[in-house]
């Protein structure tokens, strides 16, 4: 088992984990504790302050699971070596970025390998369980690459939609928009103390927005502003709350110990949990792109037999004099391929990199850490679709 991430949602998983008998556990995270964080990440306590959350949680919990092993590694998940990933069976995720959930669910896709019909191996597929909370919100997903919805068939990660500019300065309607006034367009106008950049963790600086919040929601007969709601709209704040956590935790560890044991089928494919009016949650199956047994997008895998001293240049010519040809049986001439990795940018044909790509093209794959059976994928706008996805499997003689 791998965990990513050891907050709020973390914790809960680990002890969930544990106490369900899965016995060989990783976690990793790069976040340290702070004080806030002890009203609900309970494993950690108060001389746990400024120590990593992944360490912390590790000991924790092997002190009081005996028998439990929790190996914890420190750092982002995009800086672990991709082939470490490989280790593990299942991977539950619960994490509050966006961007480092899509990453892990490209990187598990990545993995997958599809015979010349364009089925799935099974034995190349990594199950990922996905958890996340906002407040009083939550949701549970199961995903399992190839064969289920991915995070790119939805449901999509909603964006901040922000507020209109003109709807802070003309025509307020809640607290929120007096206190974005405040901070947007008062702090630059009035420019407080000499000028210097708003610093969120100064109390003088947060004392000043309230006043001039307050002042301005009483100007419009707006109730609400307060101190502690100042603060939470200048910092982003959205209250993490422990029972949400142990509600979208359990639901993650109950999954991962059907798909461990068969003891029951899998979810189908997403929970979502409100508990801010009452007790509301409903399970449905996200719709993939494509038809079951083939990938969820339009895809053409190009397989070439290499050397470790073949350059990306001539990987590249090859990729040029290859039929591209997708399981839907669209065909594809691609004159001058984009190039890259996962992980790195390996030639693009855009300007501004260009030339500063141009010296890879004489690098051999050896040289650009390229190994047996990695994959290059590959972009060429005018040729191929945008929503057309072309891959190379590599393999090294």
């Given at each position: ?311 990306l240049e001539e990987v590249r010519t090859q990729i040029v004099a290859s039929e591209v ?73």
């Amino acid at each position: 088992m791998l965990v990513i991430g050891a907050g709020g949602l973390g914790c809960e998983v680990l002890k969930g984990l544990a106490l369900s008998g899965f016995k060989d556990i990783d976690v990793v995270y790069n976040d340290t504790i702070e004080l806030s964080n002890l009203n609900r990440q309970f494993l950690f306590r108060k001389s746990d302050v400024g120590s990593s959350k992944a360490e912390c949680a590790a000991k924790f919990v092997m002190k009081r699971c005996p028998g439990v092993t929790i190996k914890p590694t420190i750092g982002l998940i995009q800086d672990q070596p991709l082939e470490w990933y490989k280790e593990f069976q299942i991977i539950i995720c619960g994490l509050d970025n966006v961007e480092a959930r899509r990453w892990i669910n490209d990187l598990l896709l990545n993995f997958v390998k599809y015979d010349d019909s364009g089925d799935v191996d099974l034995e190349s597929v990594i199950p990922l369980i996905d958890g996340g909370t906002e407040g009083f919100k939550g949701h549970c997903r199961v995903i399992v690459p190839g064969v289920t919805a991915d995070m790119a068939c939805g449901p999509e990660f909603a964006e901040d939609a922000g507020v209109p500019l003109c709807t802070i300065k003309n025509t307020p309607r809640i607290p929120e928009h007096c206190i974005l006034y405040a901070s947007v367009v008062m702090w630059e106008k009035e420019k407080p103390f000499d000028g210097v950049a708003m610093d969120t963790d100064n109390i003088e600086h947060m004392q000043w927005l309230y006043q001039q919040a307050d002042a301005r929601a009483k100007a419009f007969n707006i109730q609400g502003v307060t101190q502690m709601l100042t603060l939470g709209v200048v910092k982003n704040i959205i209250p993490a709350i422990t029972s949400i956590n142990a509600i979208v935790a359990s639901s993650s560890v109950n999954e991962a110990l059907k798909l461990a044991t068969n003891c029951f089928k899998r979810m189908d494919s997403f929970m979502m949990y409100n508990g801010k009016d009452g007790v509301y949650t409903y399970t449905y199956p996200v719709e993939r792109l494509q038809s079951k047994g083939h990938p969820a997008f339009p895809l053409a895998i190009v397989k070439l037999s290499v050397t470790g001293s073949t350059t990306l240049e001539e990987v590249r010519t090859q990729i040029v004099a290859s039929e591209v040809k997708t399981f839907s049986g669209d065909i594809y001439k691609l004159q001058n391929p984009n190039l890259k990795t996962l992980g790195a940018r390996l030639y693009s044909t855009a300007a501004a990199f260009e030339d500063m790509d141009r010296a890879n093209l004489s690098q051999t794959l050896e040289q650009l850490g390229i190994n047996d059976g990695d994959r290059i994928f590959v972009s060429e706008p005018d040729v191929v679709p945008k929503d057309v996805h072309v891959w190379v499997d590599l393999t090294l003689g």
